[in-house]
């Protein structure tokens, strides 16, 4: 594996436990508006991005490579609404969305064909990432902020995790 393609990875790596660390804190917000549910829901989602991070920690490991581990910024703790919330949960998976696009993108330049396939799973995933987060935007702007309607949503948002 070329220099700049574990660095990207490395860099990865921190975007990925940022986003479990901004889930969390999106879950505390959560908690202290009364809706169990949605901070449920979101430390589901930072048990997930704390998985990805693993995932490239794992393979950078397997490729003999460094992992570097940097400082992980300090999120937000102030989110408006619910509705405001997931729009941005909406918003951090899109940019996401486009690092892992651009970290294949990095992989296909420096001819590493193993860091394609591995990063086809990162991809798709993404896609289903950013519908979770859009169908959750479009159920919240059907309700009024302080309606049942609401906690219905936020009653949905806890059973994640029950299919598995």
């Known amino acids: 594996m070329e220099k700049k393609l574990a660095k990207a990875f490395n860099e990865q790596i921190n975007h990925e436990f940022y986003s479990a660390y901004l889930y969390l804190a999106m879950s505390a917000w959560a908690e202290t508006q009364d809706l169990p549910g949605m901070a449920h829901w979101?430390?589901?989602?930072?048990?997930?991005?704390t998985e990805h991070g693993m995932k490239l920690f794992a393979y950078l490991n397997d490729c003999g490579q460094a992992v570097a581990l940097k400082a992980i910024g300090e999120p937000p703790a102030e989110f408006g609404s619910a509705l405001e919330l997931f729009e941005q949960v909406r918003a951090h998976e899109a940019k996401v969305t486009s690092l892992i696009h651009k970290l294949y993108a990095l992989a296909r330049e420096t001819a590493d064909p193993a860091a394609e396939v591995f990063l086809q799973w990162f991809v798709s995933e993404q896609v289903e990432e950013e519908k979770n987060a859009a169908d959750i935007v479009a159920m919240l702007k059907r309700v009024k902020p302080d309606s049942a309607a609401l906690l219905m949503i936020d009653r949905q948002l806890a059973k994640r995790g029950e299919d598995d």
């Open 42 to 49: 979101l430390q589901a989602q930072a048990k997930e991005e």
